[in-house]
């Protein structure tokens, strides 16, 4: 068995040097008009009343469109949050302003609130065009025209947030008014906060903010107020009027006490601040905020330390955890920065280790399982063979488990869009695995010894270093069951994301003593040990039926392949396979005919290789689900389930992979049951398939939203409705009542 735990050992370092190759970190959107997701629609739009001339106002923005509950960013995100970006791409001698922000509205979340916008809002941007501008023709038209590129990106969160960005191109003619949009920029327009004529006096008082406005019309007077302060973490965002903070009024001048935040990280000697109307006390045609730049007085108490920059995509990873704190009846707090507490890490590390025990049962991990269980059996009454076999098996485990999560979090932190499982995303690393499990099977049936295929010198290290074999086959548990989900694992490794390294490693770890956990302990306790049978001659009847649970994980890995590389890289794998066999068997002879035989095979196996190897590493694009109204099941995107959405439809999204054992038997045994497919009809729920087979940048995206790292990923999703997340095996009675909520 020595000749296949080499293998082992290889087989892993091909897997770790294939996932480190570099991953495209995001698809780009289309460039157009409009981007639509599944939480938002934006779109650019312009409007030039006076066609495009130098000293001609013109007008470019963003317009945002959200879904139900879902929100983005004023300039001052509040307590969490990133704003808005607008990156303009423009021809020489026209220049684009600064964002007309309008009044944003205060969201609580939780303990939190945020300042952002829900709804439909738009973000005007004013374009100045100088007299040196030369407008090339708009391309396809024969038109003068000003060409606007923009590249956009933006924060969107209900309790989860999710990064979204998108590439917008609107060729706007030079000649004539461009009136499409004259409401939406005339509704922004009235948006806008007004100045006013006195700049108002800001005053520190302990750990208060005293604010003095003077001159605020009369339509203004006697209101309740809302007050945005524009630079960030500097009042409690949270605070609530009346309650935690005060304001009145003594004629045209209004004044308010605010609290200073805890975490305060700005002194500012000038404070911009926007005072808005609550909502039912604005009217159409009046100003509904004021503005203004007050200068501070009074002395700042120590700040705390600035909060350190936060990207978007940690901020997701961030979020999602949040937000299953807040399923679980804790208060939702979706971008909060402090360290998790130690009772929902406790819970997650329990959940691993929970995932790792139950990921023995998956139908993956079988194989390997069985040859541990004849290992144990042919060690049967000699205890210290038995402990020292299961404490380097969960060596091998757990450092397999810590290799392996730490390459994807580092990755990951890099910018790679990789989850659980990538490895198996690689057609390379997919072919290497078919040709271990292969020889694999040949030394289990028989085919060949170690010993008559390698120098004596090494075959004696399989009786000096016994040790090493079960380490080794610790490794190969680990690469085989890493494409396996099991129940609260997943939740685990989306909630790894979000943690420090040290504490990610250390729920890895948990996972891989929760997979070694059996035959350590049936290492240390002999009851359990004694549960085996005793050796006998059954054990080499055993070891032959061994070999045919080899022979299938080949058959499904070429069927993998297949997924990746179509049919004839497919074909192209079988036929090195064979030449590998043919080999492998020329090794067993004795004598010339051993070296003519082996020889000749080599070299013709050199020159298949040579001639069609290519096939086994291209890669081609996946057979599209067909998507016509007569298909049950339509291919996933975010378009597709935004459209749907939009259109009053629910939908059920089955993230799965060709490599995820689990996922095939859901799909046979639960999506594929015909009561179960009429209830979906019956709620005429759309189905959609995102297919995660090979590495694809915004189904990672997708999962990481969701909090979860892997598949298979079962997601039922009703406009208006939070999403329900159904678990990793999936039963029929837990999709019915999923649907029944409905």
Known sequence: MIFSRFFHLATFLVATAAACMPAAAQLASKPGAVVTTPHVRAELVAHAPQGVAPGAPVWVGLQITHQPEWHTYWKNAGDSGLPTELNWTLPPGVAAGDIAWPVPKKIPVGSLANYGYEGTVLLPVPLEVSSNFKPPLALGT??????????????????????????????????????????????????????????????????????????????????TLGFFPETPELIRTAAESGKDWTQSWQGATWTATLPLAEQRSASPATLPLVV???????????????????????????????????????????????????????????????????????????????????????????????????????????????????????????????????????LRAAGAQLGWGFQLQSPAVVAALAALFTLIGLNLVGVFEFGRAAPSSLCSAQAKHPIANDFLSGVLAVVIASPCTAPFMGASLGFAIGLPAAQALL??????????????????????????????????????????????????????????????????????????????????????????????????????????????????????????????????????????????????????????????????????????????????????????????????????????????????????????????ILGKDEVRAALAAL
């Open 142 to 223: 024969g038109a003068s025209a000003l060409d606007i590129r923009l590249k956009a990106t933006w924060l969107v969160c209900r309790k989860e947030c999710i990064p979204e960005e998108g590439e917008f191109t609107l060729a706007l003619p030079l000649q004539g008014s461009t009136a499409l949009h004259k409401a939406d920029f005339d509704a922004a327009q009235a948006a806008q906060p007004q100045p006013l004529a006195k700049p108002g006096a800001v005053e520190v008082n302990g750990n208060n903010l005293q604010v003095r406005l003077e001159g605020l019309p009369a339509a203004a007077q006697g209101k």
């Open 276 to 410: 808005a109307l609550a909502e039912p006390d604005r009217q159409p045609g009046q100003p509904v905020a004021w503005r203004t730049e007050a200068p501070v007085g009074g002395t700042w108490p120590a700040a705390a330390a600035p909060r350190a920059e936060v990207s978007p995509a940690l901020q997701a990873a961030l979020a999602a955890n949040a937000a299953k704190a807040a399923n679980a009846g804790a208060p939702a707090s979706p971008m909060a920065l402090p360290p998790q507490p130690a009772g929902t890490f406790a819970v997650a590390l329990l959940g691993a280790l929970l995932g790792g025990l139950l990921l023995n049962l998956m139908p993956c991990v079988f194989p390997i399982l069985a040859i541990k269980v004849l290992g144990f059996a042919r060690q049967a009454g000699n205890r210290s063979a038995h402990r020292t076999a299961g404490l380097a098996y969960t060596a091998g485990v757990m450092l397999s488990f810590l290799a392996l999560g730490g390459a994807m979090l580092a």
């Open 507 to 728: 729920l890895f770890a948990a996972l891989g003593l929760g997979l070694a956990l059996p035959y350590l302990v049936a290492g240390f306790i002999p009851a359990v040990a004694r549960l085996l049978p005793k050796p006998g001659p059954w054990m080499g009847t055993l070891r032959r039926l061994l070999a045919f649970p080899m022979f299938a994980t080949v058959a499904w890995l070429v069927w993998v392949l297949g997924q990746q590389s179509g049919i004839d890289g497919a074909g192209t794998l079988l036929a090195l396979l064979v030449c590998m066999a043919a080999i492998v068997w020329a090794l067993t002879l004795r004598g010339r005919t051993r070296l003519v035989i082996a020889t000749v095979l080599v070299a013709f196996t050199a020159v298949l290789t040579a001639a069609i190897g290519r096939n086994v590493l291209q890669t081609v694009e996946p057979a599209r689900l067909a998507s016509n109204a007569g298909q049950r099941w339509q291919p996933w995107s975010t378009e597709r389930v935004a459209e749907l959405t939009g259109a009053g439809r629910p939908v059920f999204i089955d993230f799965t992979a060709a490599w995820c054992v689990t996922c095939q038997y859901n799909k046979k045994a639960t999506l594929a049951d015909a009561e179960l497919l009429a209830d979906f009809d019956s709620k005429k729920v759309a189905m959609l398939r995102a297919d995660w087979t090979r590495r694809d940048p915004a189904i990672t995206a997708a999962l990481t939203s969701f909090g979860r790292s892997g598949v298979p990923l079962y997601v039922l999703q009703a406009p208006g409705k939070p999403p329900i997340v159904l678990t990793e």
